[in-house]
């Protein structure tokens, strides 16, 4: 097998990776002097000429370079990675896949006094406070670490080989953690077939003696009953409650009848409810949570593209009514999010496809990285094309946009920013949740609803001088590429218009429109309603031989 030394500078990776090596008789791929060796110049004459950005690349080769995992018993390769290797969410689904990583993890005060001791110039840290420059890259790269078992690199290196050669009697195993984060707004899992594992783990530590799981049939049956299942193995009881598919979940009368259900098992309030479903069955779940004895704990283990990367993130539930959508509901943070992208795979193109509107929304939110992977993969991605899975980027996109929006509503958790935070992740929802509501929420997805307020809200920005022509362009084409809100708008104008008054984002009797700038979005309350009208027009007028932005 292959062992993966990460961690901060200073941490030890080439001290422990050597005499690792040495005591397996193999070898130590350093792969800081690979990219030194290859380019002919020291890593700091390469940040000087090149930049991080430039740097990087180099190290995305090297990682690249490293091949498949080598699956043979006993430690084959020692490889040592530089500091930051592990924030490219390609790099770690290369280097954690098949392989062993451990994070070596001292304290920033230990680690600044190493760095000042040591020969070689660190470009990150040189010319700043070692300790406030170590803390600060702890924070910033503490997920990517936390993903791998810990061993404490404080001690002398033998101490620390020993504490490595512990884990590597286990070696790796058959699922892969890419991402693991404490937040204010709960803990973020993400990884390759963890589900089971993480929540058996995850209801462990909430020192849960029974799992009250949440579902529905669809849901239930492609991956709900196997994690069940697991779950019940590892000694705890397993109580199930099944809501109905989609939007039929999201109705009073059926919290109604879960609550009751809960109160016929004597949950108490201490205990976690377990949500196993896509964006509907988790929106019901968490407001099922959030009211049933004021308040009770949920895990959510989201099932599809769209609640992996969107709805299951940031505590809002809701129900919905006639006269709109999630009019009812609560703020309600979760214990845990449990992101598989390996439950994926078995999605309905169409429910994949739909889904990439909320990550074009994310992209167009500012993550020049993921609109550019969209760009690249995002045909293959909803397609579900096996290289898209096989290759990370499938991952790379759940986690960057996933991790957009936790960042987002960990900054504005309640949408209270009047000009920014939270109410940005409404680019194209205002719209989007009208047409849904117009469209009666039958057939058509809710992704499928946000790309025509994507392509209303760039319209509109476009009218507004707001936003740029040529951005307005590649939003569209992005939108064409995959697929998304080609056709005619799929209801009439007049219910559109309806659904838009009633919509909760109003302020002082103005919807609050969020609309595409030169490389990010603005809020605007003042957007004439005959510029709205213009823009429901040309959708209507839109044709799948001739789409408009």
Not at 39 to 46: D, F, K, N, V
Request: overall charge negative; proline content about 5%.
């Amino acid at each position: 097998m292959d062992v993966v030394l990460v961690g901060l500078p200073g941490s030890g990776k080439s001290a422990v990776g050597r005499r690792l090596a040495q005591r397996h008789g193999t070898r130590l791929v350093d792969l800081d002097e690979l990219i030194v060796a290859d380019a002919g110049q020291t890593i700091a004459e390469i940040f000087a000429g090149e930049g991080e950005p430039g740097f990087r690349v180099r190290e995305r080769a090297a990682v690249d370079a490293l091949g498949p995992p080598d699956r043979s018993d006993g430690v084959a390769r020692v490889i040592a990675t530089g500091g930051g290797a592990v924030v490219d969410p390609g790099n770690r689904w290369r280097l954690y896949r098949g392989r062993l990583p451990v994070w070596l993890d001292a304290r920033p005060e230990v680690l600044a006094q190493r760095l000042r001791r040591s020969p070689h110039e660190r470009p990150l840290i040189a010319g700043r406070d070692p300790i406030g420059a170590v803390r600060s890259l702890a924070a910033a790269r503490e997920r990517f670490y936390a993903a791998a078992p810990r061993v404490n690199s404080v001690s002398e290196v033998a101490a620390v080989v020993e504490g490595v050669e512990r884990l590597c009697a286990s070696g790796p195993g058959p699922a892969t953690t890419l991402l693991r984060a404490q937040t204010r707004i709960g803990r973020f899992v993400i990884g390759d077939g963890i589900a089971a594992s993480a929540l058996v783990a995850e209801l462990a530590g909430l020192g849960a003696a029974r799992a009250v799981v949440v579902s529905e049939p669809g849901a239930w049956a492609a991956c709900g009953e196997r994690i069940a299942a697991a779950v019940a193995e590892s000694g705890l009881r397993v109580e199930t409650i099944t809501l109905p598919r989609g939007e039929d979940a999201k109705r009073l009368s059926v919290i109604e009848g879960a609550a009751r259900e809960l109160a016929r098992l004597r949950v108490e309030r201490s205990e976690p409810l377990v949500a196993i479903g896509g964006g509907a069955l988790g929106d019901a779940a968490g407001f099922l949570a959030a009211t049933y004895l004021r308040g009770v704990p949920i895990v959510h283990v989201p099932t599809t593209l769209v609640a992996q990367i969107d709805s299951s993130i940031g505590g809002k539930t809701a129900v919905d009514l006639p006269e709109g959508k999630n009019l009812v509901g609560a703020f309600h943070q979760p214990e845990a999010v449990i992101i598989d992208v390996g439950l994926l795979a078995t999605l309905p193109v169409r429910e994949r496809r739909a889904a990439l509107a909320e990550a074009v929304k994310m992209a167009v939110l500012g993550d020049e990285r993921l609109f550019a992977l969209l760009e690249r993969d995002g045909e293959a991605i909803a397609g579900g094309d096996e290289a898209a899975f096989a290759s990370g980027a499938v991952a790379e996109l759940v986690e960057r946009a996933a991790w957009a929006k936790v960042e987002v509503v960990a900054a504005d958790e309640r949408e209270t920013g009047a000009d920014g935070g939270r109410i940005t992740l409404n680019l194209g929802h205002s719209f989007g949740h009208a047409v849904e509501a117009a469209a009666g929420y039958g057939d058509l997805r809710h992704g499928e609803a946000v790309a025509y307020g994507l392509r209303a809200a760039t319209r509109i920005g476009l009218e507004l001088g707001l936003t740029p022509p040529d951005r307005a362009e590649r939003i569209g084409a992005l939108l064409s590429r995959l697929g998304l809100a080609g056709g005619r708008l799929p209801c009439p104008p007049a219910d559109v218009r309806a659904a838009l008054a009633a919509d909760k984002k109003h302020a002082g009797g103005r919807l609050r429109w969020v609309l595409p700038d030169e490389a990010g979005v603005v809020v605007r309350p003042d957007v004439p309603d005959e510029v709205v009208e213009r823009a429901i027009e040309g959708l209507l007028a839109t044709t799948a031989e001739g789409v408009a932005t």
